[in-house]
């Protein structure tokens, strides 16, 4: 009886120890999140006056966007400090890629647009995080549906972008790209939250990611609805 006391004890610590670890990894993934969106706001701000440069050159600024995400990120993970800078570099260089759109709406008269976008992206993000280290489902098996729901959307837009260039269609991918990072969203911080990253900075990309998409999604059908054409 006393040996069962004594492993009944044992799980009940480890269990805790489990939970203040995961609570204490949200905490700094919820830090450098919020750190990364100074970068990215320093990154637009910095480059404001220079919009139409960045115009000329945002499929240079988008390439250099992908290498951080997809080699500078992942060179960098188990180095200390280099990753911290490296997450810092993509988030400022994203948000540096945003100052076109920006600034048309600001020149428009609309810059009122942003702000709102970004708190209903704000809300909408907490609310979905919430929902997902709340509830009782598991969409751990989410993952394979999404990303090629992702592939799919990539490709539909691209379509339009060089091909068809219908408002309509344009339409739909926003809506469908905001509605995927939703869900991203959810899937995400769940497996934050079930201590599937190995590192902050990975989960803070992660999350950081879904916020960007559906800001921009968010910032896009308002100005396509608000738009007087």
Same mark, same amino acid.
């Given at each position: 009886?006393?040996?069962y006391?004594?492993?009944?004890t044992?799980t009940? *610590?480890? &269990?805790? &120890?489990?939970?203040?670890?995961?609570?204490?990894?949200m905490?700094?993934?919820?830090?450098?999140?919020?750190?990364?969106?100074?970068?990215?706001a320093?990154?637009a701000y910095a480059?404001m006056p220079?919009?139409?440069?960045?115009?000329?050159y945002k499929?240079l600024i988008?390439?250099?966007e992908?290498?951080?995400l997809?080699?500078?990120l992942?060179? &960098?993970?188990?180095?200390?400090g280099l990753n911290l800078a490296?997450l810092?570099?993509?988030t400022?260089v994203?948000g540096?890629?945003l100052?076109?759109?920006?600034?048309? /709406?600001?020149?428009?008269?609309?810059?009122?647009?942003i702000?709102? %976008?970004?708190?209903? *992206?704000?809300?909408?993000?907490?609310?979905?995080?919430?929902?997902a280290?709340?509830?009782?489902?598991?969409?751990s098996h989410?993952?394979?549906?999404?990303f090629?729901?992702?592939i799919v959307?990539?490709?539909?837009s691209?379509?339009?972008y060089?091909?068809?260039?219908s408002p309509?269609?344009h /339409?739909i991918?926003?809506?469908?790209?905001?509605?995927?990072?939703g869900?991203? *969203?959810?899937?995400d911080?769940q497996?934050i939250a079930?201590g %599937?990253?190995?590192s902050?900075v990975?989960?803070?990309?992660s999350l950081?990611?879904?916020?960007l998409n559906?800001f921009?999604?968010?910032?896009?059908?308002?100005?396509i609805f608000g738009s007087d054409d």
């Amino acid at each position: 009886m006393a040996l069962y006391e004594r492993n009944y004890t044992q799980t009940q *610590t480890q &269990t805790q &120890t489990q939970e203040v670890s995961n609570v204490a990894f949200m905490k700094k993934t919820y830090q450098l999140l919020a750190a990364s969106m100074v970068a990215a706001a320093a990154g637009a701000y910095a480059t404001m006056p220079y919009a139409e440069t960045i115009m000329n050159y945002k499929w240079l600024i988008f390439g250099f966007e992908l290498f951080m995400l997809f080699f500078g990120l992942r060179m &960098t993970r188990e180095k200390p400090g280099l990753n911290l800078a490296a997450l810092f570099v993509f988030t400022f260089v994203t948000g540096v890629s945003l100052v076109p759109m920006l600034s048309f /709406l600001i020149g428009a008269g609309n810059g009122a647009m942003i702000g709102n %976008a970004f708190l209903m *992206t704000a809300v909408l993000f907490g609310a979905l995080s919430l929902y997902a280290i709340n509830s009782k489902s598991d969409y751990s098996h989410w993952g394979k549906p999404l990303f090629i729901t992702l592939i799919v959307v990539i490709v539909a837009s691209l379509v339009n972008y060089f091909l068809l260039q219908s408002p309509v269609m344009h /339409l739909i991918v926003t809506a469908g790209v905001l509605l995927l990072f939703g869900i991203f *969203t959810i899937y995400d911080t769940q497996n934050i939250a079930n201590g %599937a990253y190995d590192s902050p900075v990975d989960a803070a990309v992660s999350l950081y990611l879904d916020f960007l998409n559906m800001f921009t999604s968010i910032l896009q059908l308002l100005g396509i609805f608000g738009s007087d054409d």
